[in-house]
């Protein structure tokens, strides 16, 4: 229930991080838009080129493969550094806890079931966990083996949090080519609609002008 806990909690907030990169959507322009019809205003087909080579994906990406963290660097989103290194931080520290008690239930079942069976390590039992020696053998092994189990599921989050930093490295860098000039607005319009014979809302979103 614990590793549950956080893995919910952790991916919630990664996944947020990259939904709210994506508030900003790209828009079509026409081959007649990008056509200067003075000389003032530029080809805007060349000015996305310009800014997808200057800003790559590719190396974001690979940054944040690498590094945790590296490819938000990059893409100049250092508030959600706290964010990355908090979630992989919290899985690799129910790791460690995981792995020391696993050891620690491991050790004390050992001893307990050598001492049953066989009438020997009866000197390492001292070397026991004081919480651990009133615990039976059944306790120690179903405990040796929760922890055991644990630990498959915070190293397999640890990677999955790995990768979803890469992923919204990289869609933060494709964000990067999108258009957000000024000439795009969106904005609510009350009207009258004929088609439901009722007053409403309407949702315009505006391109240039």
């Known amino acids: 229930m614990r590793i549950?806990?956080?893995?919910?909690?952790s991916l919630i907030i990664l996944t947020s991080s990259c939904l709210y990169a994506q508030e900003k959507v790209p828009?079509?322009?026409?081959?007649?838009?990008?056509?200067p019809a003075t000389g003032k205003k530029k080809n805007i087909g060349s000015r996305y080129d310009s800014l997808s080579k200057?800003?790559?994906?590719?190396?974001a990406a690979i940054r944040s493969a690498l590094l945790p963290g590296l490819g938000q660097i990059y893409n100049k989103k250092y508030w959600k550094l706290p964010i990355v290194y908090g979630a992989l931080g919290t899985c690799a520290g129910i790791f460690?806890?995981?792995?020391?008690?696993?050891?620690?239930?491991?050790?004390?079942?050992?001893v307990k079931y050598n001492m049953?069976?066989?009438?020997?390590?009866?000197?390492?039992?001292?070397?026991?966990?004081?919480?651990?020696?009133?615990?039976?053998?059944?306790?120690?092994?179903?405990?040796r083996n929760q922890f055991r189990r644990d630990i498959d599921y915070s190293a397999l989050v640890f990677i999955l949090l790995w990768g979803l930093n890469v992923v919204?490295?990289?869609v933060d860098a494709h964000l990067k080519s999108f258009d957000v000039s000024p000439d795009l607005s969106l904005r609510i319009k009350p009207g009258y609609?004929?088609?439901?014979?009722?007053?409403?809302?309407?949702?315009?979103?505006?391109i240039g002008k």
């Open 96 to 110: 460690i806890y995981n792995l020391g008690n696993y050891k620690d239930t491991k050790f004390a079942y050992r």
């Open 193 to 206: 609609s004929d088609l439901a014979r009722t007053n409403g809302l309407s949702l315009i979103l505006k």
């Open 27 to 35: 828009v079509a322009v026409s081959a007649k838009d990008s056509i």
């Open 4 to 9: 549950a806990s956080v893995i919910i909690f």
């Open 168 to 170: 919204d490295a990289t």
């Open 54 to 59: 200057a800003h790559s994906p590719r190396k």
């Open 116 to 143: 049953r069976v066989f009438r020997t390590d009866s000197a390492s039992f001292v070397n026991i966990k004081d919480n651990l020696k009133p615990l039976s053998e059944e306790s120690l092994k179903f405990y």
